[in-house]
């Protein structure tokens, strides 16, 4: 299985229209791939929380319609990051877009663990409150699904785990302040779920934060499969889906939980 993840850069002087043009581009030149994977937010930008509003755009909205478009021109499956959604309701949401190969929306996923403690996204907006996995028909594969924060909450990849998940796909705008914890979370993500790990981040500077880049793909042993540097970059691995199953059985850790033990008094 032949994935690509797709380090893009967020400039400020880019208009997100051309932006979606240019992404759409560059998913329509990997057509090659099975699974193309872009970063959080990016017709916006993770962090520019004042331009959120003016973007947000109903699930059939123009990133939406780009990225349709582009998965079956392409003919892949398509990770196509986050949107700032407006829902029916109003509220806003870091919504995640799952296209099929003939570009049909297969799976939508709100971001649960929004970052800001207390301001900027986690006061925009609302939280997702379902866990989500997407069989990926024709790969074999099940995905799960998770948002750049999400990564520092392990017992959100145990529900993805127990849920089926052998691939963890995490679009991310993540600070390259932090970029240490980056690269280890996605390790150990990859490790405790022994799980294919792709977490897809954005190049360059936006409303002022530095983007850690270094997308990277982690296999179910932990091992750094490729890791792309600060700048915009394509990755392009070949994964075998039945390492996971492989690496589980040989190495039953997961088998071994122990679960609802109680706590202490
Ligand atoms: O957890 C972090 O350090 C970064 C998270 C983040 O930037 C986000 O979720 O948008």
């Known amino acids: 299985m032949r994935a690509a993840l797709v380090q893009i850069e967020v400039r400020p002087d880019e208009p ?38 003016e973007h947000a755009e109903p ?20 990770h196509a990051g986050s949107v700032v959604e407006r829902g029916p309701d109003g509220t806003l949401h870091n919504t995640s877009l799952l296209f099929a190969p003939d570009g049909r929306l297969h799976r939508t996923y709100r971001k649960i663990h929004r970052f800001g403690f207390d301001k900027g996204e986690a006061a925009l907006m609302a939280r997702g409150d379902e866990i989500v996995t997407a069989p990926l028909d024709g790969l074999g594969v099940t995905v799960g699904l998770a948002t750049c924060y999400d990564l520092r909450f392990p017992e959100q990849f145990r529900l993805l785990v127990d849920a089926g998940a052998e691939f963890l796909v995490v679009p991310a705008g993540w600070p390259a302040a932090r970029r240490a914890h980056w690269s280890l979370l996605a390790r150990a993500r990859a490790v405790e779920s022994q799980a294919y790990v792709l977490a897809c981040g954005t190049a360059g500077t936006h409303a ?18 490729a890791e792309a540097g600060p700048g915009e970059e394509t990755l392009l691995v070949d994964l075998d889906p039945g390492l996971v199953a492989g690496t589980r059985a040989d190495f039953p850790a997961l088998r071994d939980r122990v679960l609802g033990l109680p706590l202490p008094r």
Do not use: N, Y
């Open 59 to 78: 699930l059939d909205g123009p990133t939406a319609a780009a990225m349709s478009s582009a998965a079956s021109d392409a003919g892949v499956w398509l």
């Open 208 to 225: 002022g934060i530095e983007q850690a880049g270094h997308s990277v793909v982690v296999d179910p042993w932990g091992e750094v499969v």
């Open 16 to 53: 997100a229209d051309a932006r979606r043009k240019r992404v759409a581009d560059l998913v329509r030149a990997h057509d090659g791939a099975d699974l193309v994977v872009l970063p959080e937010l990016w017709p916006v930008g993770a962090f520019a929380f004042d331009a959120f509003a």
